[in-house]
């Protein structure tokens, strides 16, 4: 099951936090052309913003870290409730950096597949940002709930188009015909390749060993896509998901004539 929305990725310089901890770093001083953003009310704004958006959503994993004495923060939520499937095959995250050296501006990424790193990188699909200055945390919880309300339309789509490869019956072998595509279109790599084969041929889940579907196939391969570098993870995870909405979506969506 597509249980890894989010990734926040901490190297040895980086140091594991709770919420206690973002609360304890000395926030600097405001200045006219400087406006510092408390790493916690980053959290909590986040949290309010997604709690108004999205009926009985529930925070089901947090994690942060902090970098350069707590002058930079990394954080991700990953989401439960009603914004994920049923059956908990997909779910969404949001995570967001901030900073107290300048270092770089208040962002926010959030979708099914989202990347923070204390390297700077960020990603997700949507991705908004904000400089330190005038009333940057209001301006933040406007084009947070801006981008979610259009996100919405997008996550609709997508659990639609999983809704319909589950009903799509594939034989062992019409699965051996679709990684072998996936290969020839490079979104899966000989390793990855090599591993998805395994966890067709054999399902570690048990529900999908049990009724072979196109959904079940799509896990295969999103199993396999774990070993992808951390840093390719979301643009490998788009193409995966692009190349089966080509292949199975349309047979259950005829155009009207």
């Given at each position: 099951?597509?249980?890894?929305?989010?990734?926040?990725?901490?190297?040895?310089?980086?140091?594991?936090?709770?919420?206690?901890?973002?609360?304890?770093?000395?926030?600097?001083?405001?200045?006219?052309?400087?406006?510092?953003?408390p790493?916690?009310?980053?959290?909590?704004?986040?949290?309010?913003?997604?709690?108004?958006?999205?009926?009985?959503?529930?925070?089901?994993?947090?994690?942060?870290?902090?970098?350069?004495?707590?002058?930079?923060?990394?954080?991700?939520?990953?989401?439960?409730?009603?914004?994920?499937?049923?059956?908990?095959?997909?779910?969404?995250?949001?995570?967001?950096?901030?900073?107290?050296?300048?270092?770089?501006?208040?962002?926010?990424?959030?979708?099914l597949?989202?990347?923070?790193?204390?390297?700077?990188?960020?990603?997700?699909?949507?991705?908004?940002?904000?400089?330190?200055?005038?009333?940057?945390?209001?301006?933040?919880?406007?084009?947070?709930?801006?981008?979610?309300?259009?996100?919405?339309?997008?996550?609709?789509?997508?659990?639609?188009?999983?809704?319909?490869?589950?009903?799509?019956?594939?034989?062992?072998?019409?699965?051996?015909?679709?990684?072998?595509?996936?290969?020839?279109?490079?979104?899966?790599?000989?390793?990855?390749?090599?591993?998805?084969?395994?966890?067709?041929?054999?399902?570690?889940?048990?529900?999908?060993a049990?009724?072979?579907?196109?959904w079940?196939?799509y896990?295969?391969?999103?199993?396999?896509?774990?070993?992808?570098?951390?840093?390719?993870?979301?643009?490998?995870?788009?193409?995966?998901?692009?190349?089966?909405?080509?292949?199975?979506?349309p047979?259950?969506?005829?155009?009207?004539?």
């Amino acid at each position: 099951m597509i249980t890894e929305s989010g990734h926040l990725t901490l190297h040895c310089n980086a140091t594991p936090a709770d919420r206690a901890d973002l609360i304890a770093v000395p926030l600097p001083e405001r200045t006219e052309s400087y406006t510092p953003v408390p790493h916690i009310d980053l959290v909590t704004n986040v949290e309010m913003v997604a709690r108004k958006m999205f009926a009985n959503m529930d925070i089901v994993g947090e994690s942060y870290g902090l970098t350069k004495d707590g002058k930079q923060m990394f954080g991700l939520l990953k989401i439960g409730g009603s914004m994920t499937d049923a059956d908990g095959g997909l779910g969404r995250a949001i995570g967001f950096r901030n900073s107290y050296d300048k270092t770089m501006s208040v962002s926010i990424a959030f979708g099914l597949n989202v990347f923070v790193c204390d390297n700077l990188v960020i990603s997700g699909s949507t991705v908004i940002k904000a400089r330190h200055t005038g009333d940057v945390q209001q301006t933040l919880i406007n084009r947070l709930a801006a981008a979610m309300f259009t996100d919405q339309a997008h996550w609709d789509s997508t659990y639609d188009n999983v809704q319909k490869m589950k009903d799509i019956e594939m034989p062992r072998e019409n699965g051996y015909e679709m990684l072998g595509l996936l290969a020839g279109q490079e979104v899966l790599k000989p390793q990855t390749f090599t591993e998805a084969l395994r966890e067709w041929r054999t399902p570690s889940h048990e529900v999908f060993a049990e009724h072979r579907t196109a959904w079940s196939l799509y896990n295969a391969c999103t199993f396999a896509l774990k070993r992808t570098p951390i840093h390719q993870s979301f643009q490998r995870h788009e193409a995966l998901h692009k190349a089966f909405t080509d292949a199975f979506v349309p047979v259950l969506c005829p155009v009207a004539l």
